[in-house]
């Protein structure tokens, strides 16, 4: 991805990053509301947009938003854009090939870009379906040879033809990366690069048999829930943060850029990137029956109902198993107690 790694360089850079879930709706859920991926099911069951967009709502903005995918799947429609008017929902589920669908949303983000209210904000959305399977890309967005040409998740061998499966993953990320290039540089040709804030992330990461599976919301090590992480704001010196960051930090990051004088702690269970302190000990990411702990020492996942109790994964920070979980476990008590505790925080009614 040359156009988002040279962009990255003027940008602040987060080399170490983890989604808050190893599968779509926790992944996106978690970069919008700042929460563990586990408060998906009280905002859906209650229609409760994210707070940040309630903000962005409040000062007025305009918003174009477009998916290669459907809002409706995951409900999108219901948690994260809830309020949104459904004329600005662009959504191009399916019909012709994912990259065609991303190249042609890109096209009318643009349009919106360009078509919009000049004296009012905006922001947009795109969810990209290139980098999901079956990893879609034009000819001319190979880089990386030789690739499984007629490919069936399904029926495919994927023993024997992981590499070329995982060469197809690459030339599609090389299609969304030069998407990513189109619209970085409309924005430069439109003089608007230097009062808008950009973020490049993935919902979830991509397993290729690294660790002995192929695709994501099985497990919790870094393939599955390792993503880009890229945030430009205009006006801050380029930087790259080394350390363990989060999705559960954007709303915290963009809140106080949008005027937001109250404390994350209040909205969020993340924390601002931009601070000069800011700093990590570990990640949450959640899927639908466990909540995992994501430490540089630690990887260590627990069950929040029946469900996942049937899957214990500990793992030492470079993915390997543990010869004594039980130790590691006990090491980070304290912390598994707090985020437990955080599991309802923001579920309970004010008393």
Do not use: C
Request: avoid cysteine; charged fraction near 20%; proline fraction near 7%.
């Amino acid at each position: 991805m040359p156009e988002l790694w040279r962009f990255s360089e003027d940008a602040l850079r987060l080399e170490k990053h983890y989604s808050g879930g190893n599968l779509t709706q926790m992944g996106v859920f978690s970069m919008f509301y700042g929460l563990y991926g586990t408060y998906w099911f009280p905002m859906l069951n209650n229609r409760r947009s994210p707070v940040l967009m309630d903000v962005l709502q409040q000062q007025n903005y305009q918003f174009g938003l477009y998916t290669s995918q459907r809002f409706t799947f995951p409900a999108f429609h219901k948690t994260v854009f809830v309020n949104m008017n459904p004329a600005d929902m662009h959504e191009r589920p399916g019909g012709i090939p994912g990259w065609k669908r991303d190249q042609i949303n890109i096209g009318e983000m643009l349009d919106f870009i360009d078509l919009r209210d000049p004296k009012r904000p905006f922001m947009t959305y795109m969810f990209f379906e290139s980098t999901h399977a079956n990893y879609f890309f034009p000819p001319e967005s190979v880089i990386a040879r030789p690739y499984l040409e007629d490919f069936n998740y399904l029926t495919a061998d994927l023993a024997g033809q992981i590499g070329q499966i995982k060469n197809r993953y690459i030339n599609a990320s090389h299609h969304v990366d030069q998407q990513i290039g189109r619209v970085l540089a409309h924005l430069r040709a439109k003089n608007l690069l230097d009062n808008t804030i950009i973020i490049v992330l993935g919902d979830h990461g991509e397993e290729f048999m690294e660790l002995g599976r192929w695709g994501h919301s099985a497990e919790f090590n870094r393939f599955q829930t390792s993503t880009p992480g890229v945030i430009h704001v205009p006006g801050q010196k380029p930087r790259a943060i080394k350390g363990i960051t989060s999705h559960l930090d954007i709303p915290a990051t963009l809140m106080p850029l949008l005027g937001v004088r109250n404390p994350a702690s209040d909205y969020s269970l993340g924390q601002d990137l931009l601070d000069p302190n800011y700093h990590r000990d570990y990640a949450v990411a959640s899927d639908w029956n466990r909540i995992a702990y994501l430490g540089e020492d630690f990887k260590i996942a627990f069950p929040v109902n029946t469900a996942g109790s049937m899957r214990d994964e500990a793992t030492d920070g470079d993915d390997r198993p543990l010869s004594d979980p039980a130790e590691a476990k006990s090491k980070i008590r304290p912390i598994m107690v707090e985020m437990m505790k955080n599991l309802t925080r923001f579920s309970k009614r004010p008393g």
